[in-house]
């Protein structure tokens, strides 16, 4: 498949900060997913990691552990078959639940601004066209990494600090101007099925 010195750069930095996404947000939600009797995930978003040409090329270097099911997408028994190379959405949902264990404000923004991480990074990739958006896969040829690293560096700085603040219990003044431009505090994310 064709490529670009920009485009493996991009997927190489966008695999390795996603890992560090879905480690966070699994260390937070875990304990409400583990014990949870609905399922969240849906078909249909499953679906967008198939035709998106950016996940597509996530998933062909990262192979999940199992085949999609025509049926339940990537959700197995154990949660999800996909590592990295989710839609953006499977990081932005919260629920609730989620949301009502976490002890105040400051908490809940951090986590919904790091569930807008993969989002913010994706953005604008070319013209107003997410990365994820991206069908045609000669599109990915034409991604420029400066205006990706852009983005990225705001976001690992903002998860940097979200990541202090689960740690420390203070959200540092340094990092609030990040995670701003990323969410706005009492912002309502996609809420699911």
């Not at 035709?51 to 597509?56: N, P, T």
């Not at 994820?132 to 990494?145: A, I, S, T």
Request: hydrophobic share 35%; glycine share 6%.
């Amino acid at each position: 498949m064709n490529t670009t010195p920009d485009l493996e750069r991009i997927l190489d930095e966008y695999i390795a900060f996603e890992h560090r996404v879905r480690e966070q947000m699994l260390a937070l939600a875990s304990p409400c997913c583990g014990i949870c009797p609905a399922v969240c995930c849906r078909y249909d978003i499953c679906e967008e990691s198939i035709d998106s040409a950016f996940l597509s090329r996530i998933r062909e270097r990262t192979p999940p552990t199992e085949s999609f099911c025509e049926r339940y997408g990537w959700l197995t028994t154990t949660g999800c078959a996909l590592e990295v190379g989710r839609p953006p959405v499977c990081y932005e949902f919260l629920c609730d639940d989620i949301l009502h264990t976490l002890p105040n404000d400051d908490a809940r923004f951090a986590l919904r601004t790091l569930g807008m991480l993969i989002t913010y990074i994706g953005r604008k990739a070319i013209g107003t066209r997410h990365l994820v958006e991206l069908l045609d896969p000669e599109d990915l040829l034409r991604l420029r990494y400066p205006r990706f690293q852009t983005r990225l560096h705001t976001a690992q700085t903002a998860l940097n600090g979200i990541t202090d603040y689960f740690d420390t219990g203070i959200l540092s003044d340094d990092a609030m101007p990040h995670l701003l431009k990323i969410c706005k505090p009492g912002t309502e994310l996609y809420q699911g099925p």
